[in-house]
């Protein structure tokens, strides 16, 4: 097991620097297997149940946006710690067992065809007296943010909104890279977002840092978004006629680039022109006049090489860059199913989960000696290695 810390790219301005952890999530074949399943739903129950019981329903949302926790959770459930599928299976499991009555918590969404029901699913929560639309529409938002405005090659398969009855949210969605089958997982939190477009994470983890990567969610793109907001206001055909002066220079994959003291050097191939814009989208902003960026990423149609030529433009005509720093922030572990570091002894895990729920029951009856000797526990326990966000709260 290696720990390693590193710094942030995006991180590393005026508001200071932030320590994130390394860690490879591969895609590894196979499934998890039912003997283990059947086990991490339990004990995910319990301990999710114990911490709602404690502290909240918020405070349990609060540590599912913190990627470390999260892993911490899938390690403790017994799932490989570099896995991809450590994100998929403990999602799923959350998902099949938190409840309203338990938990005053659910789960929605999920994999591949599950993700894209997520809005409809969430629209029938009204029937519960919560905002089904609104909780809707910041689905869709924040899957087209880190769809569109972040742009670093990893195509979004996993979204999970967890929301509580108070309609606070957390998001856990995650993308995969087919080419290196590494994957990335975005972390969201209601309680967190000032902004969708602006560094909006609480986290995001994955095992590689690339210099592919599109970041216009970071603060260094602000200027870049600001001249993109006074591109599209411009009319269309002139929007167009600046986009293939560009593209007229393009050569293969890389054209040449002028830099403010006179040397000619070769464009990184990740800032090529794309290869089609949607030009009616570029229409659409221009009747809309949008007053904010969020506004014009939201519109019908824009989507990643619309966002990328419109940037671009920004950065070759105007010189307002964006980021090309990866903002990824990434962590951590421990072992699980396949005997890394040690193989999981099943007889102590169904002790364990024996041990969680006679201490549930027992302190619904009001008998807490279980519950405090978990916290007299802790005082003997090695100490987690926990993000800047988990220190500040």
Not at 34 to 53: G, Q
Not at 333 to 346: A, L, M
Not at 347 to 364: G, H, P, Q, R, V
Request: proline share 5%.
């Amino acid at each position: 097991m290696v720990l390693i810390y590193s710094l942030s790219a995006q991180n590393t301005g005026d508001t200071g620097l932030k320590r994130a952890g390394v860690a490879d999530l591969k895609l590894h074949p196979g499934k998890a297997p039912h003997w283990l399943v059947k086990r991490m739903m339990p004990m995910a129950s319990a301990i999710c149940e114990f911490i709602v019981n404690e502290f909240g329903t918020l405070e349990l949302l609060k540590r599912l946006s913190d990627p470390v926790y999260f892993q911490a959770l899938s390690n403790v459930l017994g799932y490989d710690w570099d896995s991809s599928g450590s994100t998929t299976v403990t999602c799923g499991v959350l998902k099949s067992v938190l409840n309203w009555e338990r938990h005053r918590m659910v789960g929605i969404g999920g994999k591949g065809v599950a993700s894209h029901r997520v809005p409809e699913q969430l629209r029938a929560l009204e029937d519960f007296g919560l905002d089904g639309f609104g909780l809707s529409e910041i689905s869709k938002a924040v899957a087209k943010v880190d769809n569109a405005a972040v742009q670093d090659g990893y195509q979004l398969y996993q979204h999970l909104f967890f929301v509580d009855s108070q309609e606070n949210w957390t998001v856990v969605q995650q993308g995969m890279d087919k080419q290196s089958n590494d994957a990335r997982r975005y972390h969201w939190s209601s309680k967190e977002v000032e902004s969708f477009i602006e560094e909006p994470h609480t986290g995001v983890i994955s095992g590689l840092v690339k210099r592919t990567t599109l970041d216009l969610t970071a603060k260094k793109s602000d200027v870049c978004r600001k001249t993109t907001l006074d591109i599209i206001r411009e009319e269309p055909r002139r929007v167009r006629r600046l986009f293939e002066d560009i593209k007229a220079y393009n050569e293969s994959t890389f054209f040449p680039w002028i830099e403010s003291n006179g040397h000619v050097t070769e464009l990184p191939s990740y800032k090529v022109i794309p290869r089609r814009m949607d030009w009616n989208a570029v229409r659409r902003a221009y009747d809309v006049q949008p007053t904010g960026y969020e506004e014009l990423l939201f519109i019908d149609g824009m989507g990643p090489a619309t966002v990328r030529g419109l940037s671009l433009i920004a950065e070759m005509i105007y010189g307002s860059a964006p980021s090309w720093a990866d903002p990824v922030r990434m962590t951590f572990c421990v072992g699980g199913k396949d005997g890394v570091p040690f193989p999981i002894d099943r007889k102590a895990y169904d002790e364990a989960i024996s041990f969680m729920e006679t201490a549930l029951n027992d302190a619904k009856m009001g008998r807490r000696e279980k519950v405090l000797g978990l916290r007299r526990l802790r005082k003997f326990a090695p100490p987690i290695l926990v993000s800047q966000e988990s220190r500040e709260h």
